[in-house]
């Protein structure tokens, strides 16, 4: 019976629960949704049941739904609506699909988002673990964690416990005693408006998604506008087509920003324009677009990009046609000793750099081949074809940011971009591009409306990227939290010994965030852990309470992609509808935060004085559309007051572009794009074409090649390593720095068409369409005696965990891939981590800043002695002891 992943809801639950009868009435009648694994005793264990009795003449309907997961996408989804039973998904054929105007099509995630919402191992009502008592120390049992049984509680009872812990930790340590695990813009109820009325929290030190694409681009100068590093930092769709060349540093958005993107690439690489992909792997974005491959083994970018700066300079000195100057020192301060910025402290630059001239090697072809694995010959054609002749589109991902040694990248970056003159006219660009506004950039061609809000704590308004100066504490790992002292080596203030408790409000940090070992001692050590979650999810095995949350398809609305970001597609907007009530005893996390104020002492009516849905209402009345003209902003929807009372909100008649109940109906608002329009987007336009008159908010006003502020600012942290002002390869822990005998291979860690970071690990179907790999070149594996489909054994400094051998000749050798984000499962017994979560193995080694050092970590590869362990698909999901289901 338990031999399958996902269970699906039992007819009993849902008869248990009381919103559910209509719904369990349909299951009934024969038409259970497809996800619906039943365990009933009558039944054999089958896996995945399609419905052949399903068709459309049911009594349903075809609605827009969210699609919610932190992917950077955002898709049309509908789904086929019995009774408030999602039967069947389909994506977007609101419109025929063009160039123009295609349709915002979904992945294999979204078209699984049932089993998110459905799956088995949903949260149902709250519970609380049996040993744990609240008082800390004792009370606290911390190491039954993720070992104990569960007892269901009710709402008040939740509640009231909580709202006594995190009073007393409060009383007795302050409020940065909660380390807040999750990413504070997610659902951010808790985050964005409880805690700091609380008095503030401590987040995790380290960005988790850029790494040193965090903080450095605004103080060079790139392009930061719409809180996100490089969102707006490249130009439109339109303009990539205009280019000679088009570079993808890094960059795979066939798995990792599926959809829309892809289809830009193809286009360019239909209309003949060719492709260079830089990177360990020829990826599948890389074989779509047959890019001519240069290898670069992961953590080794800045090395490459220092060769290319120096071989353009000699190629320059013998041609005279690659390097603009002009451009470079019109535009720019920090290359040479004669174009140093005024704050300068530090007599050095990129180009003494690049020459030899601080530490004797010159940043030849030949000693980058070395380190990154590729050709000096390729390095050489590179510098040439990114020369001034060219037209270049270069496009960086993050995820080569995403390691120690990348300190100082976005430097390089901006080196190169300028040196070829490669920004700010059509078809010549650069910059960090992803997630959502990947390859498509510019201000939103139709976007959300202002909604009203209520008391929030003005610092909340931006505690991610201003977390260090608004009140915020970083904690700096989970082996500082675990064992109660700072981190080795650093000078700075640390918060993590002073850590009493852990709160996921939604994210996955014990799963997402390095080294998992750790992660588990410190949730262990906590006087109280508590996670409000969709799913049994790790962080959820591993708490004290766990608080049943609703998803959007249970209040319609979707948090993430329209709290702080507004929207993630340049030219859609997207309406989705609420089909049922919170499933089983869930709340939305907002309703949760609001219970928790009062009891708390707060005053929650001033914080949450608005109706969601009436929110929801005003983000649809006030949002706009840009007109044809390119400069103005119009009113989206048409509404009548009539229709306005009676959908019962408060809101005016006007005039826009589309009807409001129309655009309910179809979900999506979509501006068309034709060559010529008023809708192209340059970035750095003004700049460039005018850089007195329109200066950067820079310390110079210019981009800075040498930027002291970006020093001062990493060096202010207290970090052990200090970097340099200018771009150049950092030496750090880890990466290729750090290979040993013991530790030989490097990793990178792509994001997987299975999930969305942990988010759909659960899933069923996507277990079984999509394994749980580990990348290794054919060399590699037959020195170890590897074959493809063996389990085998990954470790490194932190951990050890067991995947699949997926073996490849399209990786460099020397290197593994190891796709991101499967739910830890640790074999307490063999400390072997069962399910192979890539962030057991992960270093947490901060020493150059607030960067993540994921991909700084080194590991070897053996066959596994066990080769029968059952892979996902074939394990039962984790549910909660002694909880019925
Ligand atoms: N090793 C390694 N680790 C990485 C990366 C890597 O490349 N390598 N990438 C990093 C990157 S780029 C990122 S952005 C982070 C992402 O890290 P996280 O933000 O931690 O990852 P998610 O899995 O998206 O976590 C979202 C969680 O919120 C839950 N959730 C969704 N909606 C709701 C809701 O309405 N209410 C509640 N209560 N919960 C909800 C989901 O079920 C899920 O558990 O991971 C990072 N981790
Ligand atoms: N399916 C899916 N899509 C996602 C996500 C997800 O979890 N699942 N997460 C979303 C989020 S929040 C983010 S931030 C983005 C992540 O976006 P990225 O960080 O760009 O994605 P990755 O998959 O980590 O890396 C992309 C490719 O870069 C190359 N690469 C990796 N390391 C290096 C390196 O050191 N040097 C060079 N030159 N190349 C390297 C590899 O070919 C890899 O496939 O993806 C988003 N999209
Ligand atoms: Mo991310």
């Known amino acids: ?104 099509r979904a992945c294999p995630r979204g078209r699984a988002q049932r089993m998110h919402a459905f799956g088995a191992d949903r949260i149902k009502y709250p519970m609380k673990r049996s040993g744990w008592q609240p008082g800390g120390g004792e009370n606290s049992n911390g190491q039954m964690r993720g070992k104990d049984t569960w007892e269901r509680i009710s709402w008040d009872e939740a509640f009231d416990l909580i709202a006594t812990e995190v009073k007393r930790i409060i009383d007795e340590h302050g409020p940065l005693a909660i380390n807040y695990a999750g990413i504070p813009f997610y659902n951010c109820a808790v985050a964005q408006t409880l805690l700091p009325a609380l008095g503030g929290y401590t987040w995790h030190l380290g960005f988790t998604s850029y790494g040193s694409w965090t903080a450095t681009p605004d103080q060079i100068g790139i392009d930061n506008t719409a809180g996100e590093p490089g969102t707006m930092g490249t130009n439109d769709r339109l303009s990539m087509l205009k280019s000679d060349l088009i570079v993808l540093h890094g960059n795979n958005p066939v798995h990792a920003a599926a959809g829309s993107p892809s289809l830009h690439l193809m286009r360019a690489h239909e209309a003949g324009i060719p492709f260079v992909f830089i990177g360990p792997d020829y990826n599948p974005t890389a074989a779509m677009v047959e890019a001519k491959w240069i290898p670069v083994r992961p953590t080794t970018d800045a090395a490459f990009l220092s060769a290319v700066i120096y071989e353009m300079i000699k190629l320059d000195e013998e041609r005279g046609d690659v390097v603009d100057w002009d451009f470079l020192y019109s ?8 174009h140093m910025p005024a704050d300068a402290t530090l007599n050095e630059n990129v180009h003494g750099y690049v020459m030899g001239e601080y530490d004797g090697t010159p940043k030849t072809a030949e000693w980058a081949a070395e380190i990154c694995g590729c050709t000096a010959e390729d390095i050489r054609w590179y510098a040439e074809q990114v020369g001034r002749k060219n037209k270049v589109s270069m496009y960086y991902a993050y995820s080569i940011a995403r390691n120690n040694q990348a300190a100082t990248l976005p430097q390089l970056a901006l080196t190169l971009a300028c040196m070829g003159a490669h920004v700010g006219a059509d078809g010549q660009q650069f910059g960090p591009t992803y997630h959502y506004f990947a390859h498509n950039c510019g201000p939103n061609l139709v976007q959300p409306g202002e909604m009203r809000q209520g008391d929030v704590p003005e610092q909340a308004q931006n505690s991610v990227f201003g977390a260090f100066d608004l009140g915020y504490r970083a904690a700096s790992s989970w082996k500082a939290m675990a064992e109660g002292h700072g981190p080795d080596g650093w000078t700075g203030e640390d918060v993590s010994k002073d850590i009493r408790m852990i709160w996921c409000e939604s994210g996955g940090y014990l799963t997402s965030q390095p080294d998992v070992n750790n992660g588990i001692k410190a949730f262990r050590a906590m006087d109280f852990v508590l996670t409000q979650a969709i799913n049994f999810k790790p962080e959820a095995q591993f708490s004290d309470i766990v608080l049943p949350a609703s998803t959007p398809w249970e209040y319609g609305y979707d948090q993430l992609a329209f709290q702080q970001y507004k929207q993630f597609n340049r030219e859609s907007f997207f309406f989705p509808t609420a089909f049922t009530e919170p499933l089983f005893e869930s709340k939305p996390d907002v309703e949760i935060a609001y219970e928790l ?62 009807d409001y109940d129309e655009l309910r109906a179809a979900g999506v608002y979509r501006v068309e794009r034709t060559e010529g329009d008023n809708y192209g987007y340059i970035a750095y336009k003004d700049f460039v074409d005018d850089p007195e008159g329109h200066p950067l908010n820079t310390v110079s006003g210019k981009w800075e090649l ?42 990178y860690q792509p994001h997987y068409l299975r999930r969305a970071h942990t988010t759909h690990d659960n899933v069923g179907w996507l277990r079984q369409a999509f394994k749980n790999p580990v990348y290794m070149n054919a060399q590699d594996a037959a020195e170890r005696g590897i074959e493809q489909g063996d389990i085998v054994e990954v470790s490194s400094e932190t951990g050890k965990m067991i995947r699949i051998a997926s073996v490849l000749e399209t990786l460099m050798p020397g290197v593994v891939g190891i796709p991101h984000g499967s739910w830890p499962e640790m074999n307490e017994e063999n400390g072997v981590d069962e399910n192979g979560s890539e962030n057991t193995i992960t270093i947490n080694v901060q020493n150059v800043g607030s960067y993540n050092s994921y991909h700084s970590t080194v590991v070897q590869v053996r066959k596994y002695e066990d080769q029968d362990v059952p892979q996902a698909e074939m394990r039962p999901l984790r549910m909660p002891e002694g909880i019925e289901e």
């Open 1 to 104: 019976m338990e031999e399958f992943a996902n269970k699906g809801i039992s007819r009993r639950a849902f008869v248990g629960a009381g919103a559910f009868a209509a719904a369990a009435a349909a299951m009934v009648a024969g038409c259970s949704p497809e996800n619906s694994l039943e365990q009933t005793e009558d039944t054999a264990p089958r896996n995945y049941r399609v419905d052949a009795e399903f068709d459309e003449s049911q009594d349903g309907q075809w609605l827009p739904v969210s699609c919610w997961t932190s992917c950077g996408g955002r898709c049309l989804l509908k789904a086929y609506v019995v009774d408030g039973m999602p039967m069947r998904i389909k994506t977007d054929d609101t419109h025929e699909d063009s160039f123009e105007n295609f349709q915002n």
């Open 331 to 338: 535009h720019t301060v920090g290359f040479d000793d004669d």
């Open 597 to 658: 104020a009062k009891r708390l002492g707060l005053d929650a009516d001033k914080m949450w004085p608005y109706d969601e849905e009436q929110r929801q209402f005003d983000r649809i009345l006030n949002a706009t559309v840009l007109d044809a003209d390119g400069v103005t902003y119009k009113p989206l929807v048409t509404i009548t007051q009539e229709r306005c009372d009676e959908l019962g909100f408060d809101g005016h008649a006007q005039e826009g572009v589309i």
């Open 706 to 747: 040498y930027c002291q502020s970006a020093k001062d600012a990493v060096d202010a942290l207290g970090c052990p390593d200090k970097i340099k002002p200018y771009g150049c390869v950092t030496e750090s822990a880890g990466g290729y720095q750090g290979l040993s005998e013991e530790f030989p291979l490097l990793v």
